[in-house]
């Protein structure tokens, strides 16, 4: 069993960075890691993810969004940069069962709470 907690969230202008932080209770070395976001009133949408040594981003955040892990901390990452007011929404972090190839959101087995990360105009 894994327990993710998020840290991070907070309100931001538009063009502010913030760095979300995800610890996990155990070792997470070989459990593929994302971050996921829900807007109000929308479907949670994926973010970004790390499996391995190969990360993977949603069109919308590519080249301002950079997730990274620490493994010996078992701390995933998500650097966000000159961020948007459509970036608004609660960031979730997930981690698939060990070895597990995760496709899409129903393949990831563990979920944190949640941070709020809000952009003003």
């Known amino acids: 069993q894994v327990q993710l907690v998020e840290s991070g969230g907070g309100l931001v202008q538009a063009g502010g960075s913030l760095r979300l932080s995800c610890v996990a209770s155990?070792?997470?070395?070989?459990?593929?890691m994302a971050w996921f976001r829900q807007a109000p009133g929308k479907e949670r949408e994926f973010v970004a993810g790390?499996?391995?040594?190969?990360?993977y981003y949603a069109e919308s955040v590519k080249g301002r969004f950079t997730i990274s892990r620490d493994n010996a901390k078992n701390t995933v990452y998500l650097q966000m940069n000159d961020l948007k007011p459509e970036d608004t929404a609660v960031y979730y972090c997930?981690?698939?069962?060990?070895?597990?190839?995760?496709?899409?959101?129903?393949?990831?087995?563990?979920w944190g709470q949640g941070t709020q990360v809000t952009v003003s105009s």
């Open positions: 155990g070792r997470t070395l070989t459990n593929a």
């Open positions: 790390n499996r391995w040594s190969s990360t």
């Open positions: 997930a981690a698939a069962a060990p070895l597990r190839a995760p496709n899409t959101a129903d393949d990831y087995d563990y």
